[in-house]
Nanobody, 121 residues
Framework: QVQLVESGGGLVQTGGSLRLSCAAS????????MAWYRQAPGKQRELAAT???????NYADSVKGRFTISRDNAKNTVYLQMNSVKSEDTAVYYC???????????????WGQGTQVTVSA
């Protein structure tokens, strides 16, 4: 059984910073891409940032230059450093990982439970 557990969400003022973490645990043979998605109230879930197993990153235009995604492969953990946050960054942030649980299985998509980020004026 694979689990993704997020932490680091909370309340932050406009212009401030916050760091999200997501640790994968359980039966893990390898982890491919990892990502952060977010869902604002009344809106669809959207991709914020992705990172491959080799460290290649990609960002949504709305967060480019302000957010940084990184990962620690030894810890099976992905991070999202959020700087210069804006009110429109308020959302539930979800961790995503494409994981192969064992050498004999295919890869599967896993999601965290979500962590709330609220940006106040």
């Amino acid at each position: 059984q694979v689990q993704l557990v997020e932490s680091g969400g909370g309340l932050v003022q406009t212009g401030g910073s916050l760091r999200l973490s997501c640790a994968a645990s359980g039966s893990i043979f390898s982890i491919n891409a990892m990502a952060w998605y977010r869902q604002a109230p009344g809106k669809q879930r959207e991709l914020a940032a992705t990172i491959t197993s080799g460290g290649t990153t990609n960002y949504a235009d709305s967060v480019k230059g302000r957010f940084t995604i990184s990962r620690d492969n030894a810890k099976n953990t992905v991070y999202l450093q959020m700087n210069s946050v804006k009110s429109e960054d308020t959302a539930v942030y979800y961790c995503y990982a494409n994981i192969r649980p064992t050498v004999a299985t295919y890869t599967f998509q896993y999601w965290g439970q979500g962590t709330q980020v609220t940006v106040s004026a």
